[in-house]
């Protein structure tokens, strides 16, 4: 207890998913992890939107209301007629999530949500539903102004290395309306990157190089390659030009993509 007469406490782990989503309504659940949890821990908070910087939107605040706790806090919130996320129009929903322990606030995060749906079938990638025609960069790293440019320019996905310090980049893509494809080049980062990044409306899968035929050898389903839909990379900045094979593990293991270099 500080010198206020406050228990310490802090937030180790939140984020939102999905629980239900369709024209009518959608339900998300927060998942809260703080340090410790007591009968005087509260965990207040609002979801705002829908927001995009390609338009301009009334917003509307959605409180979060608590579900159940065990070794977490489970929060939901209603939105109903929800805007949904996608490349063209890539509305979020985000506002402050705030711990309080023994009637003091002691910690104040941001969250950002994005709502969508993905898949992936023999007749390509549908997302909310819609056909999706994906078209590429490559990048070791890019700015708010390259993820402008590129949307303007009709490029909806972007192909850059999975590394820890990549992961921030998401933040853009979610804004900007690009779909990330993580290129694996390290063992080491399976599962933990697309562990990290599957919380991005913006994450769409990883792409196996040839230095993780282990983890290829796990995923890559035989006979699905025939039938694949092909991505068109542009090179800017990215020096791998080898044909790569991309599982999108948001759609379910065996959802492979061919990337092609243009």
């Given at each position: 207890?500080?010198?206020?007469?406050?228990?310490p406490?802090?937030?180790?782990?939140?984020?939102?998913a999905t629980?239900?989503a369709?024209?009518?309504?959608?339900?998300l659940?927060?998942?809260?992890?703080?340090?410790?949890?007591?009968?005087a821990?509260?965990i207040?908070?609002?979801?705002?939107?829908?927001?995009?910087?390609?338009?301009?939107?009334v917003?509307?605040?959605?409180?979060?209301?608590?579900?159940?706790?065990t070794d977490?806090?489970?929060?939901?919130v209603?939105?109903?007629?929800?805007?949904?996320?996608?490349p063209?129009?890539?509305?979020?929903?985000e506002?402050?999530?705030?711990?309080?322990?023994?009637?003091a606030?002691v910690?104040?995060?941001?969250?950002?949500h994005?709502?969508?749906?993905?898949?992936l079938?023999?007749?390509?990638l549908?997302v909310n539903?819609?056909p999706c025609?994906?078209?590429?960069?490559?990048?070791?790293?890019?700015?708010?102004?390259d993820a402008?440019?590129?949307?303007?320019?009709?490029?909806n996905?972007?192909?850059?290395?999975?590394?820890?310090?990549?992961i921030e980049l998401?933040?853009i893509?979610?804004?900007?309306?690009?779909?990330?494809?993580g290129r694996?080049?390290?063992p080491h980062?399976?599962?933990?990157?697309?562990?990290a990044?599957?919380?991005?409306?913006?994450?769409?899968?990883?792409?196996?190089?040839a230095?993780?035929?282990?983890?290829?050898?796990?995923?890559?389903?035989p006979g699905?390659?025939?039938?694949?839909?092909?991505?068109p990379?542009k090179?800017?900045?990215?020096?791998?030009?080898?044909?790569?094979?991309?599982?999108?593990?948001?759609a379910?293991i065996?959802?492979?993509f061919?990337?092609?270099w243009?």
């Open positions: 207890v500080d010198r206020s007469g406050t228990m406490n802090r937030i180790l782990d939140a984020y939102v629980r239900h369709d024209p009518a309504g959608a339900e659940r927060i998942i809260v992890r703080p340090e410790c949890i007591t009968p821990t509260e207040k908070g609002r979801l705002m939107g829908p927001r995009s910087p390609y338009a301009n939107t917003e509307i605040a959605y409180p979060v209301r608590e579900m159940a706790r977490h806090v489970l929060l939901r209603l939105i109903p007629e929800p805007n949904f996320w996608q063209q129009s890539p509305l979020l929903y506002g402050p999530l705030e711990l309080w322990q023994d009637g606030r910690e104040q995060i941001w969250l950002r994005g709502i969508r749906t993905v898949q079938g023999e007749r390509g549908r539903g819609q025609k994906l078209q590429g960069v490559g990048a070791e790293i890019f700015t708010e102004t402008r440019r590129w949307h303007d320019e009709g490029i996905l972007v192909l850059m290395q999975a590394r820890d310090d990549t998401l933040q893509s979610d804004r900007f309306g690009l779909f990330v494809l694996i080049e390290q980062h399976w599962p933990r990157w697309p562990l990044c599957q919380r991005h409306p913006s994450y769409l899968g990883c792409v196996l190089t230095g993780v035929d282990n983890v290829g050898a796990r995923l890559a389903v699905l390659l025939a039938a694949t839909p092909k991505i990379i090179d800017e900045g990215a020096t791998n030009k080898q044909l790569l094979i991309a599982v999108a593990a948001g379910g065996g959802a492979v061919l990337i092609v243009s």
